[in-house]
């Protein structure tokens, strides 16, 4: 009952929506969301390895830091829209939509967070300098939140590769 409302408020909207079939089982058909979801693992998946090249340990809570080479806000920006362009054409609206959220994705991950993490990087050194004593419960504030130009670039060209490889896993292929 609820999904025919829902089809139903989506019509008089003026949104086209399938009557049959509307379930969350469907997700698993689709490419685009898809190949995005393996893009942001990997590049997540990818942030340990780097640092254990690097530093020879491991440290595994980068599976989920939001910051760090690759960056995968801007990996599954990519490839959705990558997936995006060749499923729907790069001259669709959909694809000028995904252009647009991709460009804000980016510009956030390089700009506004890096500058986050700037100011947490002050804040965390000026109160471990003036250290107020026992009764300040002070909780140190995260540094690594945005990205560099090299690891958004690095994002964007994991997320680019990633949809281009799917091209060739006929499962995975636009449909």
């Known amino acids: 009952a609820f999904t025919n409302y829902l089809i139903t408020v989506y019509s008089s909207c003026g949104l086209s929506m399938a009557a049959e079939g509307v379930s969350v089982n469907n997700l698993w058909d689709n490419n685009i969301l898809i190949v995005a979801i393996i893009a942001d693992l990997i590049a997540q998946g990818i942030k340990p390895l780097i640092h254990y090249g690097e530093y020879h340990e491991w440290k595994w809570p980068l ?3 939001s910051g760090g080479f690759p960056s995968s806000h801007s990996a599954t920006a990519t490839a ?30 390089s700009g506004v967070r890096q500058e986050v993490g700037k100011h947490a990087r002050t804040l965390n050194a000026m109160f471990e300098e003036f250290k107020w004593g026992d009764s300040f419960d002070y909780k140190h504030f995260t540094e690594l939140v945005g990205h560099s130009f090299f690891e958004v670039v690095g994002g964007m060209a994991l997320g680019l590769l990633i949809a281009l490889l799917s091209l060739r896993i006929p499962f995975l292929r636009p449909r």
Do not use: R
């Open 63 to 65: 599976l989920l830091s």
């Open 80 to 109: 959705l829209t990558a997936m995006v362009g060749f499923t729907e054409g790069f001259a669709s609206p959909l694809f000028a939509i995904c252009i647009v959220f991709s460009g804000v994705v980016v510009f956030d991950a």
